[in-house]
């Protein structure tokens, strides 16, 4: 679905507008994300997967045929934008409920793997179904593999809910103390993520530099890779530097693609880009879910992943607006220096909070403040 915006494209809508469009989509989520993340606490997560992906299955399938850019293009939209953020929301959660705690991180990494090889590979099918069937080919094949992942979902055993102590509201988790450096830094992460793959289709469209595939199998391999061999050493490092340097390093490939010349400036932004994906992500899901209370597993989760529409809220008009006005260089180049200003506000305040946290409780220093 990466490939959706050049079927906006085509369809005769600017950069701008697409930037708005999938902002929208992003604030539509954040409005449901209490209400949802409620749902994760008391709800079997099997049973959201089973009703929001039949969600997915419709929205994909209008996406595949519509031909113009009417009430029936957007509902769609706004209808696959919101459950795909449902599906991998409660996806990630079960992901947590089913991992050892001892094994966390490397179980969370390895389980992103699911996400990772797709971005992969299923772009590389992805250019040879467009030059075959275009945009709507491409579509339908995403809701060919949607089908088959709902029918594979009802495979799944039923996890109980998890946590005895009473549940806080939604709210009282966002603003946990411990939590908020990790809210920061998750933004500020999404924010170079989301724009890739917001803005990267138009971007070889219309620079004409490598393919959307090669692009893809160069960020998903790395990814992956950095996933499957780093997963079980995540943990012998201390987090908060390798967080800050991945955050740093995805700015630097964004930087690259920003200012390249060539396909090898591109392809080696999307090694740096792809590498730091593959680190950081499960190590930051990781710590959500340590900080967390257990009977509030869900809501922490669904609060981390709001995150990634939140950065979409702001990168897709704000990119859009930069591409539009100035180019591809001052859009990517602009988000590239925030994160890595970004990282550093992150591991000042999470550092200072930490200390002040073992200094008013030295036995204590990780518990839920």
Do not use: C
């Not at 009430?71 to 409920?97: E, P, S």
């Not at 530099?209 to 992956?224: D, I, K, P, Q, R």
């Not at 932004?269 to 597993?297: D, I, N, Q, Y």
């Amino acid at each position: 679905m990466v490939n959706l915006p050049g079927r906006l494209y085509e369809l005769g809508i600017t950069e701008s507008g697409i930037g708005l469009a999938y902002s929208m989509s992003a604030l539509a989520a954040l409005l449901l994300r209490p209400w949802f993340g409620r749902i994760l606490d008391v709800v079997h997560r099997r049973t959201v997967l089973r009703i929001a992906g039949v969600g997915n299955i419709v929205a994909i399938a209008v996406l595949a045929v519509v031909d113009g850019s009417g009430a029936m293009l957007w509902a769609a939209f706004l209808l696959q934008r919101i459950v795909q953020v449902f599906l991998y929301t409660t996806a990630l959660t079960y992901a947590a409920d089913a991992v050892p705690v001892g094994l966390r991180t490397q179980g969370l990494a390895l389980f992103g793997l699911s996400g990772l090889i797709p971005i992969a590979f299923a772009n590389l099918i992805g250019d040879a179904l467009l030059r075959v069937g275009g945009y709507p080919g491409v579509i339908a094949a995403a809701g060919v593999s949607s089908s088959i992942a709902w029918g594979l979902v009802w495979r799944l055993p039923a996890l109980p809910v998890l946590g005895e102590r009473p549940r806080r509201s939604f709210w009282a988790v966002a603003i946990q103390k411990n939590m908020l450096p990790l809210w920061w830094i998750t933004l500020t992460f999404s924010m170079g993520m989301e724009t890739v793959f917001t803005f990267i289709r138009t971007y070889i469209d219309t620079v004409g530099l490598s393919t959307m595939g090669t692009f893809f199998a160069v960020y998903g391999g790395m990814a992956t890779l950095t996933r499957a061999f780093g997963g079980s050493r995540y943990d012998a490092v201390p987090h908060r530097p390798l967080v800050v340097v991945g955050v740093a390093t995805q700015g630097i490939g964004l930087s690259l693609v920003a200012f390249a010349d060539g396909v090898a400036m591109v392809l080696i932004g999307a090694f740096l880009m792809g590498t730091a994906h593959g680190a950081v992500f499960p190590v930051l899901s990781s710590e959500v879910v340590s900080r967390a209370r257990t009977a509030e597993r869900g809501s922490a989760v669904a609060m981390f992943t709001s995150l990634f529409d939140a950065a979409l809220l702001i990168v897709a008009p704000l990119g859009g607006f930069l591409i539009d006005s100035a180019g591809y260089t001052r859009g990517f180049s602009t988000v590239a220096a925030i994160l890595v200003a970004g990282a550093v506000v992150y591991v000042v305040w999470d550092r200072r909070l930490q200390a002040t946290t073992r200094a008013a409780e030295p036995t204590a220093a990780h518990e839920v403040v």
